[in-house]
């Protein structure tokens, strides 16, 4: 069964602070995108990850094969990252099976 | 050209009318896949077309179909709406299926069903 689960499912933080979301998926993955959803609907793709680590200013997202999870870090939060936080993973074949997202607010 | 553009932005339509949904992909992107996202829920898939094939379905009605064109624009239509289509509709763009390849998303279609 192809199940893409997030955590948190909300989460609030003081600017500044250091963030993680996490991202579970059941079976073997092509890729594992990190998407961001402002309340507008926009979806901005973040990262594509097949392995390892990315980095992109404040934004850092791992991924753990072996055990099938992957982690998206933000460091020195700011209200303007507020957003929603969806992780995405493309099984063999043609379909990406999204999670519901972690809904982060930052306060200042 | 650079950027998916979806229109339009919003749109109102009754129930057992049909609506037509536009993106404009990428350039040079020949891969695109509509999805719905229901309020407060994850986008679904619905299909992808490559090069002006579908490519793969999601759990959706044959009322829901798609066309893509040469152009690398594309349509999502729905037909005989009813109220549960009321959702977010978003189109993405890759240069190619397979899974190494990054997807451009466009900033959606709200579709209000009433």
């Known amino acids: 069964k192809n199940e893409v689960e997030q955590s948190p499912q909300n989460l609030t933080a003081q600017e500044g602070e250091f963030i993680t979301i996490n991202c579970s998926y059941s079976?073997?993955?092509?890729?594992l995108h990190w998407l961001q959803q402002h309340p507008g609907g926009g979806i901005v793709s973040l990262f594509m990850l097949s392995s390892g680590k990315k980095k992109h200013g404040r934004l850092i997202a791992t991924i753990n094969i072996q055990e099938k999870h992957s982690s998206l870090h933000i460091t020195a939060s700011h209200p303007r990252d507020s957003a929603v936080y969806i992780c995405?993973?493309?099984?063999?074949?043609?379909?990406?099976?999204f999670g519901t997202g972690t809904s982060l607010t930052v306060i200042p | 050209e650079t950027g998916v553009t979806q229109s339009p932005t919003h749109l109102i339509k009754t129930r057992g009318q049909q609506v037509t949904l536009r993106c404009s992909s990428q350039s040079g992107h020949n891969t695109v896949s509509w999805y719905q996202q229901a309020l407060g829920q994850g986008p679904q898939f619905i299909f992808q077309?490559?090069?002006?094939?579908?490519?793969g379905r999601g759990n959706f009605p044959p009322r829901f179909s798609g066309l893509q064109f040469p152009n690398y624009s594309s349509e999502l239509n729905v037909n005989a709406l009813e109220l549960d289509d009321s959702a977010l509709y978003l189109c993405?763009?890759?240069?190619?299926?397979?899974?190494?390849?990054?997807?451009?998303f466009g900033s959606g279609t709200r579709l209000t069903v009433v």
């Open positions: 993405a763009s890759s240069l190619a299926t397979g899974g190494g390849y990054g997807y451009t």
């Open positions: 077309y490559y090069r002006e094939e579908e490519n």
């Open positions: 995405a993973v493309k099984y063999p074949g043609n379909q990406f099976y």
């Open positions: 079976v073997g993955i092509s890729a």
